[in-house]
Each structure stands twice: as structure tokens, then as C-alpha cells.
């Protein structure tokens, strides 16, 4: 029977992960930004010299990793010991990796998924007044290793 | 030629709206959560009582919106004057629609689609434990209302 | 039949003040902390010289007033004209006033008790190495001007 | 002769604790929120279906604890291995009792303390539209495990 | 006779502008970051490709403007209308110059200087490695316009 | 050949620590604001009573340490284990010494810097109404213990 550990009695409440002990654990997250043709040109000719929207992109996710546990209320603080956040050009949009690391007693699985989806969002921000047809199309889990429960990757012919 | 309002002589900036007036300005975002069916059980079946699972998403979502300037790099604080997010289960997943309003010099699409992206970040973190196949499938922006560069609504027949 | 303004649809959201006017609002909470002897034996000779507990309370309480609606989850983001902490030493402990100012569409009675509160929280830590007996024994509202729902004050004879 | 610990050569200062070994510490604390009958009335039939006040208030208050460094302003930051917010309607009112735990070099009093709080002003703000009345009564220490000074409980009787 | 507007009846407090009307201001602010020979061959050769040292710097200042307020205990909250901070590699380090604009009851001078000072410590962080000589050597207020106090500039012949 | 560590492949990211071993780390770090004449004057003057402009500077200092990761990018989140900022009036200024200390993979010299910065931005801001012609002239570390990379010292004659 699934359980929702984040309950307790039917109230939620910050799991106690005081028994466990600190493990090495990474995770990796990707997000997908679709681009409607204008917006991919204006990424292509816009913000040159000393900066680009991707840089402001990256940094934004790099950030907002530090700022899981403010955002998800039932995330404990988690001091990370790495972040990237990584933003490709594709076809027909930007496609954004991230992966945050830590030696603590639990997952850092949100931290990838929440650098990942800011850079996202800071992508839209920066293209948004090109073209409101903008889409974040797939914002998940890549893979999980290190903890308790063992390592996990995503189907890897699912990967794009 | 399309051009990046938030880059000045190729370098990030947060543009300058002091001469605009403020006006009352509205935007609403969607955001889809796909849930395997061992996720959509346990939402079912979980936080029964005092809370559940939605509840807490949705609270999450209404505070990041509240967070939009700091996570977003470029993006003006603005004093939002109302926050709504609704979570209901459809038959595969969460879809989630959040909207927020203010009277200022600037919009807030920023600050809809930051709300519906954490609360969709909150509905992954509660059922990661019972399912890594959760994807956050689709952010977008649905309307956009108030503002100089007028209204702007997503294509209806495109709404699910 | 009384009515829950922050519930619509059985669901939390931040109230709509869009159709508000702005308009000039005050309110004034109070707090008090309830010291043991020793405590107040500790605070009477402690930090001598460039800063007492009772000044680190003070700014610890005005700061928290602007952290108002990051800490309670449906209060508006709104933008403070003054805030004012009062601290002062009364037979058994300390007696914390505080004052918040805006020009806005909503009150700010949770920015009064908030900073109230942080200042008490304050003067808690500062002493709680000499006595674990402290008490915060009363954090209420002494008055409330300005707004559509007219002007309030707390019976005057129970004002301590 | 008792001592600030916070004040050294008379200045606020945050205590070194790097001489200190990790161990596991908890705290419990417990907050008191008086309702006058109108707000007891609607507590009771109010927030019905999805979430309902106190939801609101224990997740403001399991956040809150995470925010306890950036409140007070001599706090270590710690790295809370769980939160547990309780909230209860009791004949004149709602008590909320609120734990925290962690493994580090100081304890979790005031993370407790400030989960109390904090839950206990978002039931005052969540029904202040019902009742200006109500009075948050009594906030204190219930206990304190672990760290060299030893395990403290409050006097038991006392204890409502 | 100089006065602490900060301070009455000898206690901090923060200032109350509620009597003041709203008007448009501007502050610029400078700071001069002094890098020995590594450190500025560092940053001639180091960040190539997608960001560069100074973009970060940027981003970091421009993000620190809408944080000041958390960071100066009396600062008001203020809604920036514009930030604009720039950095530019001069023979002996790096110069960095700020502007934040508001239209607002209180000035925006603090913004600027914040922006500037953490653009300036970022700068320092991402050359530390290289070299631990570096200094900041200079941090002050270009200009301030707007407001009743009227217009001030630095002496044109003292900026460098 | 230099190399930027806080880039990869031309990017910024958050370096990896994950391999290195905690240990005692201190770092400390000094700032230096002039006053000219009528804000040294308004200053001796000033808040007497419960407070002064230097505790006030000194509890900013001591907050904004904890939140060096927030400000400055690629910092890594650090739990300290202490932060002391001590001011001190010299013949034309305020001279302010930071100090703080983890046990952790990574140093902490930006959390003293950061400390040092952001206590004189405040002192500058309790007496920017008297004198517009402050300048922090001087941000700079003084020494750093512990890590790898082994001890260090600024030059002693060097040290004002």
C-alpha cells in the first residue's frame, strides 16, 4: 500500500531523517523550454557581448537550488556541496540539465528539479515580451543516486 | 527585429518602468503534473484528515508567488494584490491554474507561472516517494490582461 | 453568519484588494515577556556597553516586520512607511509595543504582531541560557486606524 | 552570577560553538491562541473541503522554523533534520504544540518556539476579519533534549 | 545641529515617510574593486564562452538591489522601478557603477550602494582562488535626484 | 596558468566539495568607512540610550553573514558556527573587524567579507542624512585558517 511520507495521522509534517546517516547523493533534473520561432531568433541575435539570457538563465537556477527548502514546505535545508545547471540550444527550444550534490541524510532530488524549472521560468522571463507562446514542456527527474533507496535513472530511449 | 528588453548594450538590466503608470494588470498560468498510476493511488488514498497533499501545494504555490523578484533575476518586486491557485486531480495527473493581480507599472505573468511551477514542484515532492515517473508536463501562460501591449489569451481549443 | 475572507470555495487564497483604494493605515500590537528572577536579574547587568538584549530585540523585531507576508502564508506584500519597537523593562519582565505604518490597500495588523512577536522570540534567546522558565504570556492587538472597517482599539482599562 | 551568553566585552555576538561535538537535540514548545466565540464559531465552520485554517497555520509554522536563523538575530543556522506543527481547537481556542529536531553543536529551542509563533499568528490572521478579540496567550519551552546542558521539561502539572 | 533620523528618544527606529508623497528618484553608486596581476590575467582569460566573471558580478548586484531592505535593518522596502549595475575592467581591477531608480516616499541611495558592494564581493569571490590580495577600495554615491532634500552629485573632478 | 574555479567549460557553477573533508575553518575580515567631520560629530552625538549606530551596524553585519549565500552566487551554503563584528571609531571613521568560523568543506573569508560590507552600508546608512560624502574606502581580508590550501595573513604593516 503507497504511502505519503510527508503525512503523518493525515497532517503534513518535515520527515524525521534524524536516524539516518549522512550519504553522498546526487541528483539530476532536466527541463525543456519550447520556443515559438521569434523567440528562438531572438535568443539567436539578442543579448551579445557581456552576457547572454542562458548565463542569467543558469545563474537564476543555480539560486534557486540554494532556495529549495524556502519554496517546498515540507523540504528539509539541505547544505549542497555542488550545483550545475547546464542550458543547450536545441531545434526548437533550450534545454536545460541540472545537478546538485550533497553528503546529508536525505535527497536532493527537489534541489535538481527546482534549479531546473527557475532557469526555466528565467528563460520565459527573459524572451516573454518576443512572444507569448512560450511553453515549459517537461520538467523531470533524470536520475538519483547515492541514500537508502538505491540509484535510479530514467528510461535512458526516453532521454532527448 | 525582435529585441530583448532585458538586455541594454548586450548586457542583462532590469528594465526601466518608472515612466509607465500604473495600471491593474492580471495574468493566469496553468501547469500539468502527469502521475503514474501508484502517484494518482496514493493521492487518492493519502493525506486524509487535517490536510492533504493539494492543500499543501497549493500554499507553497501562493507563497513563491510572493518570491517571483527574488528567484527570477530581471523581474521588478511587485506588490500583488491578490494570489489565487486551484489544484484538482483530472484523470492522469494534477492540473494546476494560478493567477495573481496587481495594480503596478509592470505585469505579472511572472509571478502566475512562478506559482503554478512550485506548487507543481510541491505535488512532485509529495508523491516522489511513491513514484520517480512523475513529470511536470506543460507551464504555460494562459491570459494576460491590463498593461500597454494589451490582452492576450492562449488559444481556447488549446485549453484542456 | 461570520465568514472566512482568506477561504473561497473551501480553499485558501490571498483576498482580492485589487478595487481597494490605498489608503493611510495603523496599527499597534503589544507583547509581553514574563521573566523569571534570574532573567531578569541576567538583563538588569548583562550586556553592558554598545548594546543591550533589549536593543538586539528591537531591530530583530523591526526587520521581522518586513518579513511579514514572507512568514504568514496569506498576508500581502506591502510596502511599510514606518515601523516602530518599543521595549521596556517592567517589574516582571519586558514589555514590547510596536507600531506599523502603510499607505496601502490593506492593514497592517500582522506586520504589528509580527514584529512584536520576533521581538519577544528575541528577548527569549538572549536570556534563555540564565532561565528555561520564560514565558511569552500575551501578543495581542492595541489598536487599528485607517481602512474601510473603521478605526479599533482594545478596551482601554485592560491595557496593561 | 549569571551571564549573557549572546554579549561578550558587551556586544551582541553569535557564540562559538566549533568546539562543540554534534549530537542529536530536540525541543518542544507549545503556543496558546485565545478565540473569542465569534472566531471559535467560524474556526468550526469555515475553511470546509480542501484545506481549512489550521492546515494553513501548521504548514506556516513547519516554514517558519526553517526561517528561525533569519529572525533572530543571533541564531546559528541549522540544519533541522524534521518540524512537526500541531494545531488543536480546544474548548476557548486553539493550542498548537510544535517540535523540531536536528544533529548539530546547538539545539532547537528557539526553532521550536518560532514554529509556535508563527503558526499561532496565522490563526490570528487567518480569523481576524471575525474577531479584533483574540489574544495569543502563552508561548513556552515543553522540553529540550540532548546537548551538554542536559534534558529539561517543563513542570508537568503545569502543563494544560 | 546634526541629527540621527534613524534614531528617536535614542532608539533605532525606521523612519516614517508616510507623510511624503511619492516622487520619482534616481541614485548612482560606485565601488572599485583592486585586483593584483593574477587576478586581472585571470579575468582576462578565464570566464571565455558563456559568461564571463563580470556577468555573474552583475546579476549578483542587480539581484542584491531588491534585497536591501533584509539586509540595512531601517531601510524601507522600496518597489525598484530600475536597476542597472555595470562593471568594466579599468588598468588596475575592475570598476563597477550602479543605478536604482523608484517612485517612491524614500530614497533609493542604499539600493544603489548594495548593488555595487555585492557586485563588488562577487567579483572578489570569483577571483579568490587566483589571488588573496584583492580590495575593495572604494564604495560611495555618485549622484541622488529626486526627493525634497534635492539633487546631489559627487565632485565630477573626484570621479575617476 | 590561473584558472577561474568558479567555471567550468567557460560556465559559471557551484564548485563541487563533495569529496573534501570538513574541517575547522576561520576567516576574518576588515572594512573601513570615512566620516567626514559633521557625520563623525552626529555620530559621538547621536543614539545614546538604548542604542547606538554601531550596534545597529554590528547586528546588520552579523545577519547578513548567514545570508552570504543568497548574495553572492556560487557561494556554497555554510552553516557557522560563529560571527563576531566588532566597530570601533577611529580619528576619521568607523573601522569594523568580522570574523566568522564553520567546520565545513569550504572556507568562509565571503561571509566575512560580506559581514564587514554589509555593517558598513549600514553605518552609512544611520548617517547618510548628515553627510553625503561617506566612502567606504577599504573592504579587505585580513586572514583565513584551516582548508587545504593551508593559512594566511594579510601583511602586518599593512594592517591600519
Known amino acids: ?53 542562458l548565463t542569467v538563465a543558469q545563474l537564476a537556477g543555480i539560486m534557486a537550488a540554494k532556495k529549495t527548502s524556502e519554496l517546498i514546505p515540507l523540504c528539509h535545508p539541505i547544505p549542497l556541496s555542488s550545483v550545475d545547471v547546464k542550458l543547450e540550444r536545441v531545434p526548437d527550444g533550450v534545454r536545460i540539465v541540472s545537478s546538485a550534490r550533497t553528503t546529508d ?6 534541489e535538481a528539479l527546482t534549479a531546473a524549472s527557475v532557469a526555466a521560468l528565467t528563460v520565459y522571463d527573459m524572451l516573454k515580451a518576443v512572444s507569448k507562446g512560450i511553453e515549459i514542456t517537461r520538467i523531470r527527474l533524470l536520475s538519483k543516486t547515492g541514500g537508502k533507496s538505491g540509484d535510479w535513472h530514467a528510461d535512458t530511449e526516453d532521454v532527448q
Open 1 to 53: 500500500m503507497s504511502e505519503l511520507t510527508h503525512f503523518k495521522d493525515g497532517a503534513p509534517h518535515m520527515v524525521d531523517v534524524s536516524e539516518k546517516t549522512p550519504t553522498k547523493r546526487e541528483a539530476v533534473a532536466e527541463a525543456f523550454v519550447k520556443l515559438p520561432k521569434e523567440a528562438m531568433d531572438a535568443l539567436e541575435h539578442g543579448g551579445v557581448g557581456k552576457g547572454d539570457p
Open 105 to 110: 541524510r536525505t535527497g536532493v532530488e527537489m
